[in-house]
């Protein structure tokens, strides 16, 4: 009889207690399950119209409109998985209920933290590419110059030299490699490009509210130090606001401003650096900006959770799911830990606009 600690049910309620590792940016891809088993990822890329609704007279019939299908997005979801390597000691006494003491209790819970932690890196890094438009990771593994709206689902190893990818569906033109004028130099127009971009976002996909400005702080500082922000609010006021983003954005130029400072470090016998040799790649690569919608619905942003590669999950099970594998009769080392299988969809690429590389001029 497995031990109380060691039942799936309990670990998967133990990974969703230890949720301290909070991903900066879980709240652009809003999860759902897949609508059916299988590990396929599926979707239409989208345009909407940017008419208005037509006039007609009272009881006539109503107009026809195009459906907003302008594509189709469709690869296979990746899985990632890892096993909690417990101590024999605590394997061997989860063979009967209520075995374990307040020590092997305490490592099995620090063991699932790492777990979430780990697979939640792989989330974030999967978001990442989604939203920068293939920014993050080129084919070699670093940071490309003109990303093309290419994202990678896995990277070159020893096994697999050609990486896994797929396109995003981005038009060229969401695909920037240079402002207007360097965001470096204090004298640019910064929100001249904003508009351009904002602009382009409503043309193309026909979504008006693109004011979600995301960066890390290497361009909020080229912002900070522009004249056009200093000769409106004070910079102090703007370095404060910094300071105190728990849940609220700075607003500058009439946008709101996302700084996402964080990163991944890795495996380097299976990534490559975007410096080089720090061992780590931020998840808002250095002279990126996004401007998009902040709005998951509209820009149709969903991180699909498919059904677990486990024998006995259930149709209808989805996301996170832990196995636990350490009944008496089995002859190997028993084992126990999560799988996930998943990707992320995008169906109105065009309501994001990616600036690839502000300090360079068009």
Not at 89 to 102: K, M, T, W
Not at 116 to 127: A, C, H, P, Q, V
Not at 329 to 354: K, L, M
Request: proline share 5%; glycine share 8%.
């Amino acid at each position: 009889m497995v031990a109380l600690e060691l039942q799936a049910v309990n670990l998967e309620a133990l990974y969703t207690k230890f949720a301290s590792y909070a991903s900066p940016l879980a709240k652009y891809f809003t999860p759902l399950g897949a609508t059916g088993p299988g590990n396929t990822i599926s979707y239409d890329i989208l345009s909407y119209r940017r008419s208005m609704s037509p006039l007609t007279s009272y009881g006539a019939p109503a107009t026809v409109g195009k459906m907003p299908t302008v594509g189709n997005v469709s690869y296979k979801a990746i899985t990632t998985k890892q096993k909690m390597d417990l101590p024999l000691e605590i394997l061997r006494n989860a063979r009967d209920a209520g075995s374990l003491n307040a020590n092997e209790r305490a490592h099995v819970a620090r063991a699932v933290i790492q777990v979430r932690m780990n697979i939640e890196r792989r989330l974030d890094w999967l978001r990442a590419q989604w939203l920068t438009g293939g920014a993050m990771l080129s084919s070699a593994g670093v940071a490309p110059v003109e990303p093309g709206g290419t994202a990678y689902l896995d990277v070159p190893s020893l096994s697999n030299s050609t990486p896994l990818s797929v396109g995003l569906g981005y038009t060229a033109s969401h695909i920037d490699a240079g402002a207007t004028a360097s965001w470096a130099t204090n004298t640019t127009d910064i929100l001249a490009d904003l508009d351009a971009a904002r602009a382009k976002i409503a043309l193309d996909s026909g979504i008006e509210n693109a004011t979600r400005v995301i960066c890390n702080s290497v361009v909020w500082n080229y912002v900070l130090r522009n004249k056009m922000v200093q000769s409106s609010i004070e910079k102090a006021n703007a370095i404060a606001a910094r300071g105190a983003m728990q849940g609220q954005l700075p607003v500058l130029f009439g946008y709101e401003w996302d700084v996402i400072d964080s990163y991944i470090p890795f495996d380097d016998e299976t990534m490559a650096t975007d410096t080089g040799g720090l061992g780590l790649f931020k998840l808002i690569p250095d002279n990126v900006v996004i401007i998009t919608t902040a709005d998951n619905i509209r820009a149709g942003r969903i991180l699909r959770e498919c059904k677990p590669d486990d024998y006995n999950a259930a149709d209808s099970d989805r996301g996170i799911y832990p196995w636990s594998d350490v009944q008496a009769e089995h002859p190997h080392q028993p084992s126990t830990g999560f799988t996930w299988t998943g990707g992320v969809e995008c169906a109105v690429p065009d309501s994001t606009y990616i600036y690839t590389d502000v300090t360079h001029t068009s």
